[in-house]
């Protein structure tokens, strides 16, 4: 399999959401608590159609969670099904089947960790161009479930001001019901849409029935209500809002509908970190403590990692400090610690992010720190990756065959591309979690750092005089088979790809939290960044091919190996913040550059390279 086929299939499998059928299942159960009152009235059927579908969709309902994956609460939802059934053909009251449906909604989508919010922020301007192109022949211009189209049809198209039925839906089974389609209406999928369209959709119809309504937002940003994360208002309906926190709870919700860029402010990815914080401690307190790790992890990687370059651009020892107590909070949820010593850790955390939220501003960076993070971004991914290419193509020119540049321009390139493809299918397609992104790349730096190997000892192995000299003597397209050539390519896409598609992401979360003139200064950095990458990729091709060609195989033998060193502590590193190695911490000096982290397993893996390549070094020296 070829790099590039091997790492997106590494990606997809650790995507996290979502099981093939689970959407289709939440908006089964979603449909049925909604419009089981319109067809079932104290016992009677009023609706003889809507309720043979209540028989066949509560049916489904059993069938669907049958083929969930094996899950504790797997036997609970099972039974919570066989219940629901029953009182659909027992003509139950409507409440009881709207409450039962929610508890169900809200299992699945924690058992099974689904992924029930929009990764960017809602377009209602672009959501009203859409409904206009797509929606407004059936529902009618402003929602009524009047449009031309609709005439005749059975059963008509649901009319968005209907407060009974806007008090009953969620935003997320607006999203899927949009997604999925409904079964035996002409309600069609809409799932050629991009994700990012279907949630501005959701909130734009999601919001017709009822006013946004006056709203002291500084007073709500305040409060500890629940509606403030956005992960809980998808799923909760305006009904359970009004219970929750009464006549102002129905206000509120109205409100973020309207609103959802209060979720979108500079400060939306910390305040996700401290909320993931509180879930880590409900969750251990309840003896759950693999959940608790879970959260721990989506803490960091989809909270505070996505900001870390921009508290670095103000305060470098409180990035460093907030990111060894992440890692140690970590190491105590896995050790077992008791839960006084993990809410001492969450304390602690949640104090240095509130530190860190004052740092950045509650508006924006400053057109200096966007400027440094832009910069520094791009530097510190790019560098390595540039390294490796240009002295790969320092190589091949060294050598005489520039025919064999194309294959390094071939791994590059489509690692960019690659690189686009998957951020573009990360905000389109699928869910990309943090800990799939920190997967994709520790897996790729693992890889990276055994060819990297490989190719070093290759080129050291050149530096003999006996074998320098019959390589010279060679025919170089003997010398450089296709093989050779396509390990090349291999690495130039590697070292690429596993830079790329973080390098968007970070830069997605910096141009979310910059102004207009921010905008301007960051681009400017990414610009100067390319520009300085450029002049050190021009230096090292200048000076490099001056070299006589067996200093040169030494000197480029040498850096493949020091690079793979650095790849091998990015990679542990990366593979520990997504949760899937054990992080020891140690007494060491870090230097993130070098891809030096105080931490055992990384240090241990870098020595043994070390070990390896030395012996390996002095076994081919003796046989000179």
């Given at each position: 399999m070829k790099a590039s086929a091997f790492l997106f299939l590494v990606l997809m499998i650790f995507a996290r959401p979502s099981l093939a059928n689970t959407q289709q299942l939440l908006q089964l159960i979603d449909y049925v608590g909604v419009d089981y009152s319109g067809a079932v009235s104290e016992g009677v059927v009023i609706s003889p159609t809507e309720y043979d579908e209540m028989l066949d969709f509560s049916a489904g309902i059993s069938q669907q969670l049958a083929d969930l994956p094996a899950h504790e609460i797997k036997a609970e939802l099972m039974k919570d099904a066989q219940v629901l059934s029953d009182w659909v053909r027992q003509k139950?009251?409507?409440?009881?089947?709207?409450?039962?449906?929610?508890?169900?909604?809200?299992?699945?989508?924690?058992?099974?960790?689904?992924?029930?919010?929009?990764?960017?922020?809602?377009?209602?301007?672009?959501?009203?161009?859409?409904?206009?192109?797509?929606?407004?022949?059936?529902?009618?211009?402003?929602?009524?479930?009047?449009?031309?189209?609709?005439?005749g049809m059975d059963p008509p198209p649901i009319n968005f001001h209907d407060v009974e039925r806007y008090r009953q839906r969620t935003l997320y089974g607006l999203h899927s019901t949009i997604t999925q389609g409904v079964n035996g209406t002409t309600m069609t999928a809409y799932d050629q849409m991009s994700d990012e369209d279907r949630w501005s959709l959701a909130f734009y119809v999601g919001s017709m029935a009822v006013a946004a309504g006056d709203i002291d937002v500084e007073k709500l940003k305040a409060s500890d209500n629940t509606l403030l994360n956005i992960s809980k208002l998808t799923i909760t309906t305006p009904a359970q809002a009004e219970e929750l926190y009464g006549e102002e709870g129905a206000k509120i919700m109205a409100y973020l509908r309207h609103h959802p860029e209060i979720f979108y402010d500079s400060e939306s990815n910390l305040a996700f970190a401290r909320q993931r914080l509180q879930d880590v401690l409900v969750a251990y307190k309840n003896n759950d403590h693999k959940k608790a790790y879970q959260y721990a992890v989506e803490a960091y990687l989809e909270g505070f990692e996505l900001v870390e370059q921009n508290i670095n651009a103000f305060d470098k020892p409180l990035r460093l400090e907030i990111e060894i107590a992440m890692t140690g909070l970590r190491n105590q949820i896995r050790n077992g610690e008791s839960i006084e010593s993990i809410e001492r850790d969450i304390a602690l955390i949640s104090e240095k992010l509130a530190t860190a939220d004052d740092l950045l501003g509650s508006t924006s960076l400053s057109g200096g720190a966007a400027f440094a993070s832009a910069f520094f971004i791009l530097l510190r991914e790019g560098l390595e990756a540039l390294l490796i290419v240009a002295a790969l193509a320092a190589f091949l020119v060294r050598t005489k065959r520039q025919d064999g540049l194309r294959y390094i321009h071939l791994g590059w390139v489509s690692a960019l591309v690659l690189g686009l493809l998957t951020w573009w299918a990360s905000v389109s397609l699928v869910s990309i979690s943090g800990a799939s992104r920190e997967i994709t790349e520790g897996v790729a730096a693992i890889v990276a750092t055994v060819v990297l190997l490989y190719v070093g000892f290759w080129m050291h192995d050149k530096t003999s005089a006996a074998k320098w000299k019959k390589f010279i003597d060679d025919s170089m397209h003997k010398a450089l088979t296709s093989g050779t050539l396509w390990t090349l390519t291999g690495l130039s896409f590697i070292a690429v790809y596993r830079e790329a598609f973080e390098t968007i992401l970070f830069y997605q979360a910096l141009w979310a939290q910059t102004n207009e003139p921010g905008k301007t200064m960051a681009f400017s950095g990414f610009l100067t960044a390319v520009g300085v990458l450029a002049v050190l990729g021009w230096l090292i091709m200048r000076y490099s091919v001056r070299l006589p060609l067996r200093q040169f195989f030494a000197v480029t033998g040498?850096?493949?190996f020091f690079l793979a060193i650095i790849f091998a502590g990015?990679?542990?590193?990366?593979?520990?913040?997504?949760?899937?190695?054990?992080s020891s911490p140690v007494n060491f000096v870090r230097f993130d550059l070098l891809g030096i982290y105080p931490n055992l397993q990384g240090l241990l893996v870098q020595l043994a390279l070390i070990i390896l390549a030395v012996f390996l070094w002095n076994r081919k020296t003796a046989k000179k």
């Open positions: 139950d009251a409507s409440e009881k089947v709207r409450r039962l449906t929610a508890q169900m909604h809200h299992k699945i989508i924690n058992a099974y960790q689904i992924k029930v919010v929009p990764r960017k922020q809602p377009n209602l301007d672009r959501a009203a161009q859409l409904y206009a192109e797509q929606c407004a022949s059936c529902h009618g211009a402003e929602g009524f479930g009047d449009g031309p189209a609709a005439i040498g850096l493949m990015k990679g542990i590193a990366a593979l520990q913040e997504a949760g899937v190695i054990i």
